[in-house]
T-cell receptor
Framework: DARVTQTPRHKVTEMGQEVTMRCQPILGHNTVFWYRQTMMQGLELLAYFRNRAPLDDSGMPKDRFSAEMPDATLATLKIQPSEPRDSAVYFC??????????????FGPGTRLTVL | AQSVTQLGSHVSVSEGALVLLRCNYSSSVPPYLFWYVQYPNQGLQLLLKYTTGATLVKGINGFEAEFKKSETSFHLTKPSAHMSDAAEYFCAVSGTSYDKVIFGPGTSLSVIP
């Protein structure tokens, strides 16, 4: 059963520390999305990639967040330095990204980040 | 540009009663429409989707939704609620030429025994 995996599942850190979240998309999927979910803002798209190239990162605070895909099996989201307002659940999702097929996405279980 | 509104951030139904979750969208191109469900402490899972063709779409767990272009709606229904249906439900829209999906704010469904 193919699934999106995310590590770590939980992260508690102190303000100012660097945080790295990792995602392994489903094998064969060429589109990867990063979302942030909070009670106040709901589900926000931070960035997404197709064939490892960033297509849209307009939802991401550029001064502290960065997203990369070093290879087709790994996507990373980094926060440096972290702030308490970054506390949220971060989801990775992957899809086939075929034009005209719409945006069916498969979500990972999320990383719950707490910044003290 | 696409957008999604979901009427009612929280809906409560009795077990065995009809479930109706409302979704309205705006789109400058023919939309693809989705309903996702999120159970506590889990990621989102696709319930059903509309792309083209038949406007009544059936999904998993007995849910279905009907695309009504004239009303720009895609409401989710289930004839008889089960306790296991308690979750957060998200309506979403995307265009035909790209894969970015716009999610609605979500509706929390509670099922009362």
């Amino acid at each position: 059963d193919a699934r999106v995996t995310q590590t770590p599942r939980h992260k508690v850190t102190e303000m100012g520390q660097e945080v790295t979240m990792r995602c392994q998309p489903i094998l064969g999927h060429n589109t990867v999305f990063w979302y942030r979910q909070t009670m106040m803002q709901g589900l926000e798209l931070l960035a997404y990639f197709r064939n490892r190239a960033p297509l849209d990162d307009s939802g991401m605070p550029k001064d502290r967040f960065s997203a990369e895909m070093p290879d087709a099996t790994l996507a990373t989201l980094k926060i440096q330095p972290s702030e308490p307002r970054d506390s949220a659940v971060y989801f990775c999702a992957s899809g086939t990204g075929t034009s005209g097929k719409g945006g069916e996405q498969f979500f990972g279980p999320g990383t719950r980040l707490t910044v003290l | 540009a696409q957008s999604v509104t979901q009427l009612g951030s929280h809906v409560s139904v009795s077990e065995g009663a009809l479930v109706l979750l409302r979704c309205n969208y705006s789109s400058s191109v023919p939309p693809y429409l989705f309903w996702y469900v999120q159970y506590p402490n889990q990621g989102l899972q696709l319930l059903l989707k509309y792309t083209t063709g038949a406007t009544l779409v059936k999904g998993i767990n007995g849910f279905e939704a009907e695309f009504k272009k004239s009303e720009t709606s895609f409401h989710l229904t289930k004839p008889s609620a089960h306790m296991s249906d308690a979750a957060e439900y998200f309506c979403a829209v995307s265009g035909t030429s790209y894969d970015k999906v716009i999610f609605g704010p979500g509706t929390s469904l509670s099922v009362i025994p």
